[in-house]
């Protein structure tokens, strides 16, 4: 199973790295890392215990392999102006990486829609036609990303 990117601060790490796989309508980027934690709000409150606060002890985690994959979807409206029809490249984004999420890396992936499809070749906005394009196009990027294995960065 794959995880949901949700932080925008993972979305600006790994939109920060150069793209590892494009085509005509889709980027896709990749950090080997694992989603950031929000962060703890510090409570101004007494301490319940008569000794007061516990002594902080911080334990770095150093050189532990990244588990897991985590998928992001970026689909700009300026790109695609119906609602149907950006949910309809993030269902496809999806589909695709959970299908083919055991070839790929662990990290965290991000799915750009880079160009608009064309609006006279594809009249519907949620056509099975555009939705097979859209398939066809994701299935051949991450077959490129199986066959590349993306080396390690941070």
Known sequence: MIGRIVRSADFERVLGTPSRARS?????HHVV???SLPQRRLS???A???TGD?????KLVEDRPVQGRWLGTVVP?????RAVTRNLFKRQ?????ESGSDSLPPGLWVVRLRAPFDRKQFLSSAS???RAAARAELMQLVGKLAAKRPAVNA
Request: aromatic residues 6%; proline residues 9%.
């Open 44 to 46: 101004t409150a007494p």
């Open 24 to 28: 005509s309508h889709f980027a896709v």
């Open 77 to 81: 409206k300026r790109l695609a102006r």
């Open 54 to 58: 516990a002594p902080a002890s911080h």
């Open 48 to 50: 319940d215990l008569s």
């Open 128 to 130: 099975d036609v555009l």
């Open 33 to 35: 890392a694992e989603p």
């Open 93 to 97: 984004i999806r589909a695709v990486f």
